[in-house]
């Protein structure tokens, strides 16, 4: 909609040019009162509620073309379980923690209807595994390789297909849903162990439950600390927890590989050497540790000016 102020001068130049319009907004005059002494000053009027709808008016003919937005697709618990709950993160994080729960559940079962001996270095590799998964998808290199390849196919092809691989920004599921799974598998190691080390027959076998059961409390803290609701309400715990306790993690699972080894040298009556080698958590570890290690090896020394933009903006 527009009003209409009627000035009555004689030519268009003589406009009084202080003219203070309210709302601002550019003036214009219709090309059909040129030859006239007495102008119309057109002043849109800004819009005071956002349309519904979008309509365009063509200049041969005042017929309006609606384009109408559709309406909302199930009802609000169907939107939410679909585009919330079951967003690309979740479900690639639910795909990554079932996958696991269903192997743990599998071994059980084999255990339990075969006969088949459950070992704590079954657990353990198992546990290795998933940490090594998550450290990897997070690394640098494996990152930046991820979207060179996704981003390299053409731009001109099916929104479908394009649509498909910009899911890969959601590869913090296999991050999350790797590390909560290491998480049920270490609480299966502590039942397993306990179970075969419920009276320890000397001192090592009391330090290895020692170690084991403080792993498993620093992973349920960073798992604690890592909920989407605590990362939101305490930020910087969660960022202090998931690196600090995560390399106390890894020493401490290197203590307790070590002596694990030890303790099954003793058990087959083999060389300590060669049960450390046969130990699939040991050449894990190794890869582990250089993944948590090598981005340090990068950082560099650089002066920069930081700028307080807000209370909680550095620029």
Known sequence: ??????LP???????????????????FFPMNSRNSSTHTLVVPEPPHEAPTSVASTHDSDDDEDEITVPDKKGNRAYRYLRWNFGSVYRRIFTLAFLA????LIFVI?????????????????????????ALFIRNEHTVN?????????????????????????????????????????????????????????SALRAYILLDSYLIGLLLFLIIAFAHPRARVLLHNWF???HRFLGWSVVLLFWALVMMLAEDS????????AASVVMTPSFWMLIVITALVAYPWTRLRLRDVEAEAMSAHVVK
């Not at 696991?100 to 192997?103: E, G, K, P």
């Not at 079962?109 to 998964?133: K, R």
């Open 1 to 6: 909609m527009a009003s209409s102020i009627t």
């Open 9 to 27: 001068v004689e030519e268009v130049h003589h406009v009084n040019p202080e003219l203070s319009l309210t709302p601002p907004a550019r003036a």
């Open 100 to 103: 696991n729960i269903a192997c």
């Open 109 to 133: 079962l084999n255990s339990v209807l075969t006969g088949a001996a459950l070992t704590p270095q079954t657990c353990a590799t198992a546990v290795s595994a998933n940490i090594l998964a």
């Open 145 to 201: 390789a991820m979207f060179k390849v996704f981003v390299l196919f053409p731009a001109k092809a099916p929104l479908s297909v394009r649509r498909a691989f910009a899911k890969v920004y959601s590869y913090g599921g296999i991050h999350s849903g790797c590390g909560v799974a290491s998480f049920f598998w270490f609480v299966l190691f502590l039942v397993v162990l306990t179970a075969e080390m419920d009276r320890p027959s």
């Open 239 to 241: 960022e202090g927890t």
């Open 265 to 272: 040298s003793d058990a087959a009556n083999i060389p300590y």
